[in-house]
Every structure is written in C-alpha cells, then in structure tokens.
C-alpha cells in the first residue's frame, strides 16, 4: 500500500534526523497578530521547522478527526486539523500538515527530529507519554467503542473470545484491548485506521477497538457494521510538542483554544464534526 510506504519512509526519515541532530528547526519569530477583538500585538519567537509556517505532523485517515481532502489547502480536514488551522491562522502563520505513523508521533520521535512543529492527531494525554512530549491543554474527551459486523452475533468484548480485534499500533484502544480482552482473544494491530477499516470490511478481523468518534464514523458510513459497547476511559486529547523545546508556541496554542472557547468558534467546529 503506497500510502503505508510514505508513512515508513517519514518515520526512516525522522529517526535519521533524531540520531544527525539534537533538532532540525531554527528560530522565526512569527509576524504580527491581530486579536479578535483587539489591536495588533507582535507574537512571540516561536522556534518553527519553516519559518512563517505551522508544521503539524498527523496520522491520516482517522475521521473525524483528520480526513484526507484535496479540496483544502492542506489538502486534509476534520476536527483537529480544522482547530489547528484557525490557530495557526490567528498567529499569523500559514499551516502544513505531514501525514506520519502515528508510533513515530505518540513517541515523539518526529517531534525531536524537528520533522513538525507539533502533532495533531486526536492523542490522549498520559503520564508515559508526558514523559517524551509537551501536550497542550485538553480540547477533546473521548470513549473507546468495539465495531463489528451486524451480522456477527458479537454484543461485547466478552465475545470476542477466539476473534480477531483489530486495533492501532500504539494506541490507547491497543492498550485497553490487551487488559481486558478473554484470553483467546487475538490482537491484530495495523498502523492507522485507514488500514484497520478495510481490514474489517474483508473479513481479516472480525471487530475494531478504538476511539468512539472513529467508529462511529464507520457505523454511519455504512450499515453492515455497528458499535455494540462503548468504554468510560476518561481520555482526553491534546496537542503534542517536542518535550521543553517550544514552551512559547505552547502557550500560545493553549491561549488560541480558550480563545476559541470563549468565541464560539470551538462549538460551531464541534457541531460540524460530532453533531
């Protein structure tokens, strides 16, 4: 699949530059901003991998979060994307998306390599990432759920008992799936979920645990699949930064969110995508 060789090659790529240099980005300092409501006020030196642009780097597909979509500019939509180019936006910066294995991005590997200036890519905060990445304040809380075939006479995850989960590599869903799964049960893991989704409609797997928004995307898409069980994990998502390497566009970005709280704008994206 050559979209799955583009991501390998990124991830290559970024694991070169993490062992040639402690960070390939220089500083730039971002020009000036106009506030909503406000005069123009000079941004602070955000030290970015192309000055002038925001740079995240995000694993696609993963709906509704992030979409492929060539009628963008990024050439990519969804939530995250969309939260991340209205931000970009307001601190004066043109924005970038690079599409990279989601392990390469959770390890902070990309990030250290100085490949992106930060991650979107729906990511729950946790204390083992914590350890590796800056994450931004909260701006998404989010279920695990198991998707399987209507016809398949699975209600829940005891049922799996001698199927095939499918989850992501690297993944909280991956995580919950190896803790509470029956014992012959068996793990199959794939890069994203552009790989997880054909899996299932072939037959290769027979349920999908991951993110609730994920598959309930699936589920509307086609009604030969549905979500039977959903799972109170208390995750919320955040944005990812190279650990104590940008702390101003860090708090920048945190600024932007409440910014976009208080205006409405987060709630009308929130609507769009999730209804």
């Not at 209205?86 to 250290?112: H, M």
Request: proline share 5%; charged share 20%; with cysteine.
């Amino acid at each position: 699949m050559q979209k799955l060789k583009t991501k390998v090659l990124a991830t290559v790529v970024a694991a070169f530059a993490l062992t040639t240099s402690a960070c390939a980005s220089g500083g730039a300092t971002a020009p000036a901003t106009t506030p909503a409501g406000g005069a123009s006020t000079a941004a602070p030196a955000f030290q970015l991998v192309t000055p002038g642009t925001l740079t995240a780097c995000s694993d696609v597909p993963y709906p509704p979060f992030e979409i492929e979509d060539p009628s963008t500019p990024t050439g990519y939509s969804g939530f995250d994307i969309e939260i991340m180019d209205a931000i970009a936006k307001k601190l004066g910066l043109t924005f970038k998306v690079i599409d990279v294995e989601f392990n390469a991005l959770q390890s902070g590997t990309v990030l250290v390599a100085g490949q992106c200036d930060m991650g979107a890519s729906a990511m729950t905060i946790t204390e083992e990432r914590k350890k590796n990445i800056d994450f931004s304040d909260p701006y998404y809380d989010s279920l695990q759920s198991l998707l399987v075939r209507a016809d398949s006479g699975i209600t829940n995850l005891a049922g799996t008992a001698g199927k095939k989960i499918g989850v992501q590599a690297g993944t909280t869903g991956k995580s919950y799936t190896e803790k509470n799964k029956p014992a012959s049960a068996v793990i199959v893991e794939f890069p994203s979920d552009g790989d997880l989704w054909p899996a299932i409609q072939a037959r290769q797997i027979d349920v999908i645990l991951q993110d609730l928004p994920v598959n309930r995307t699936h589920e509307k898409a086609d009604a030969n699949f549905k979500i039977v069980e959903t799972y109170k994990t208390d995750e919320q998502y955040g944005f990812a930064f190279a650990k104590d390497k940008n702390p101003a566009l860090l708090a920048a970005v945190n600024t932007q969110l409440k910014a976009m709280r208080a205006d409405g704008t987060y709630d009308a994206l929130y609507k769009k995508y999730f209804g």
